[in-house]
T-cell receptor, first 115, second 115 residues
Framework: DTEVTQTPKHLVMGMTNKKSLKCEQH?????MYWYKQKAKKPPELMFV???????INESVPSRFSPECPNSSLLNLHLHALQPEDSALYLC??????????????FGPGTRLTVT | AQSVTQLGSHVSVSEGALVLLRCNYS??????LFWYVQYPNQGLQLLLK??????LVKGINGFEAEFKKSETSFHLTKPSAHMSDAAEYFC?????????????FGAGTRLAVHP
């Protein structure tokens, strides 16, 4: 099973709301990632978790708060977002965080709209 | 620093024609290269990867890619296009940053297939 699941599929939120995105994988992967993808652009890396610890934060604004409760789950907590944060948010995982030869498996994404 | 460049943001072919999507890389170390496909409103799916085992790599859905070190290229081909191949294609190189694996994507190529 090479599946990464994400919920919800779509999310509309106001600028004062608090919401969370959820990602799950059961492949035993020890690296998990959050990406943001704007229309007609490649994914942009936001965060990397390695063995459940935050390893890379690509200077993401604090209104995005990641959390890794266990090795299978990754959350992205959202608060006080701006309309420009509207995008497709992708989660990915890979077997080992420190080996460049391992591919990343992507989930279907959450389409976020901030109003 | 490692990077990839995809030549041609849009490629249009007839059904049954050869598909050729171009990717050139820049890397100071032997690269690990990937091709991903993204269908509308979906996540990224791995087509194939190069990890130095063989220069001609076969992937899913009839796609293959050839690693050419002398040309720093990793072009994606398919002998006969199908309507279902219409999608966005991303070439990516894997890089280690601070000991952690990151994917660096090209800008993407949108493939259109017409009858």
């Amino acid at each position: 099973d090479t599946e990464v699941t994400q919920t919800p599929k779509h999310l509309v939120m106001g600028m004062t709301n608090k919401k969370s995105l959820k990602c799950e994988q059961h492949m035993g992967h020890r690296a998990m990632y959050w990406y943001k993808q704007k229309a007609k652009k490649p994914p942009e890396l936001m965060f990397v978790y390695s063995y459940e610890k935050l390893s890379i934060n690509e200077s993401v604004p604090s209104r995005f708060s990641p959390e890794c409760p266990n090795s299978s789950l990754l959350n992205l907590h959202l608060h006080a977002l701006q309309p420009e944060d509207s995008a497709l948010y992708l989660c990915a995982s890979s077997q080992e965080p420190g080996l460049a030869s391992y591919e990343q498996y992507f989930g279907p994404g959450t389409r976020l709209t901030v109003t | 620093a490692q990077s990839v460049t995809q030549l041609g943001s849009h490629v249009s072919v007839s059904e049954g024609a050869l598909v050729l999507l171009r990717c050139n890389y820049s890397s100071s170390v032997p690269p690990y290269l990937f091709w991903y496909v993204q269908y509308p409103n979906q996540g990224l799916q791995l087509l194939l990867k190069y990890t130095s085992a063989a220069t001609l790599v076969k992937g899913i859905n009839g796609f293959e890619a050839e690693f050419k070190k002398s040309e720093t290229s990793f072009h994606l081909t398919k002998p006969s296009a199908h309507m279902s191949d219409a999608a966005e294609y991303f070439c990516a190189v894997s890089a280690l940053s601070g000991g952690y694996n990151k994917l660096i994507f090209g800008a993407g190529t949108r493939l259109a297939v017409h009858p």
